[in-house]
């Protein structure tokens, strides 16, 4: 089952500008994580943000969490050609299940 | 990768074939999972397992089997019942900490099935 869907399914921007991806889920959280994924290669957590926060910040990386919507959104300002990569996100189950449901995700291209 | 390892990259073999996909890792982690990634789409859930000598099925489970013998490792067989097996498989493992699970994963093995 899919429980985070990421809008738009792909994004191409200029090197430079900021892009922005938006993830919405179905059931209650306790988390919402976001990944990348570099073509062929294996999945690198980026963010992870609680379901009581509703903004947090990593270096170029600012992750937003509405919970009344249902929906979170990932921005990485300042876009490099080396961003170009797949960005995924996941929820938790807020009834304990150990496990995560990743969205289809984004893939976004940085041109130079 | 983190200490995840996933053998071979790539893996070709004959369509009938048996095929045990290799994960292995060295952060003490307690949970360990798999996945199918097909072209331009998300990951799927196979399995998944919290405690060595235990696992659950996931989303898409028909087809493959999983052993955890061992903390550090958990296979993957892809067996002749799985209809479309070609894909990217991707192993991870997790622990809890301060309440929240975030996920490792290896660099995944490519399977061709001709």
């Known amino acids: 089952s899919q429980q985070g869907e990421e809008d738009p399914q792909a994004l191409s921007i200029q090197e430079g500008e900021n892009a922005t991806m938006n993830c919405s889920y179905k059931t209650s959280i306790n988390n919402l994580q976001w990944y990348r994924q570099n073509s062929g290669r294996g999945l690198v957590h980026l963010i992870l943000i609680r379901s009581n926060e509703r903004e947090k910040h990593s270096g170029r990386l600012r992750v937003t969490l509405d919970t009344s919507k249902k929906s979170s959104s990932l921005l990485i300002t300042a876009s490099r050609a080396a961003d170009t990569a797949s960005y995924f996100c996941?929820?938790?189950?807020?009834?304990?299940?150990?496990?995560?449901?990743f969205g289809q995700g984004t893939r976004l291209t940085i041109n130079p | 990768d983190g200490g995840i390892t996933q053998s071979p990259k790539y893996l070709f073999r004959k369509e009938g074939q048996n095929v045990t996909l290799s994960c292995e890792q060295n952060?003490?982690?307690?949970?360990m999972y798999w996945y199918r990634q097909d072209p331009g789409q998300g990951l799927r859930l196979i399995y998944y397992s919290q405690i060595v000598n235990d696992f659950q099925k996931g989303d898409i489970a028909e087809g493959y089997s999983v052993s955890r013998e061992k903390k550090e490792s958990f296979p993957l067989t892809v067996t002749s019942a799985q209809k479309n097996p070609t894909a990217f498989y991707l192993c991870?493992?997790?622990?809890?900490?301060?309440?929240?699970?975030?996920?490792?994963f290896g660099p995944g093995t490519r399977l061709t099935v001709t």
């Open positions: 996941a929820t938790d189950d807020a009834q304990g299940a150990q496990k995560l449901v």
């Open positions: 952060l003490n982690h307690d949970a």
């Open positions: 991870a493992s997790s622990t809890w900490t301060s309440g929240k699970r975030e996920q490792y």
